[in-house]
C-alpha cells in the first residue's frame, strides 16, 4: 500500500508533500475531513511498534489538556489519536511495509528515499 495521512490545512505537511511529489498511485487521506479508523490506525501501530510512536506531543490539546503530566498508555494514546486528529503526528507516510511518522528530516529523507528510490 502505499499511503500518505496528512492535514491539507498544514503548512509544514503542504511543504512535504510538494518536497516528495509522491506518483498518482498514492491514496491521500486529510485526516481533518477523514478521520481514521480502528483499522487504520491498528495498521499503523503494527508498522510503527507503538501508538506512542504515532502520537504528537507538539499538538495544542496536549498543553491543553496537561497530558504530559499524566501516564498515558499504548491504549490512551491510540484513545486519543482516535478522537481528535490533532493528536496524529504527521504526516504518516506508508510505502508498503515501511512507515514513515512525522516531519524530521531524517524521517522525510528515508520517505523521500522509498517513495522515488
Do not use: W
Amino acid at each position: 500500500m502505499k499511503k500518505i495521512y496528512h492535514l491539507s490545512t498544514c503548512d509544514t505537511c503542504k511543504r512535504i508533500l510538494n518536497e516528495l511529489n509522491p506518483p498518482s498511485d498514492f491514496i491521500f487521506q486529510d485526516v481533518k475531513s477523514e478521520s481514521i479508523t480502528t483499522d487504520q490506525i491498528k495498521e499503523m501501530h503494527d508498522l510503527a511498534g507503538s501508538y506512542e510512536a504515532l502520537f504528537s506531543k507538539r499538538a495544542r490539546l496536549y498543553k491543553e489538556r496537561d497530558l504530559k503530566n499524566q501516564n498515558l498508555t499504548e491504549k490512551d494514546y491510540k484513545k486519543l489519536i482516535l478522537e481528535h486528529y490533532t493528536f496524529l503526528k504527521r504526516p504518516v507516510i506508508i510505502v508498503n511495509d515501511n512507515i514513515f511518522v512525522g516531519n524530521s528530516k531524517k524521517v522525510i529523507e528515508e520517505a523521500n528515499i522509498a517513495i522515488n528510490g
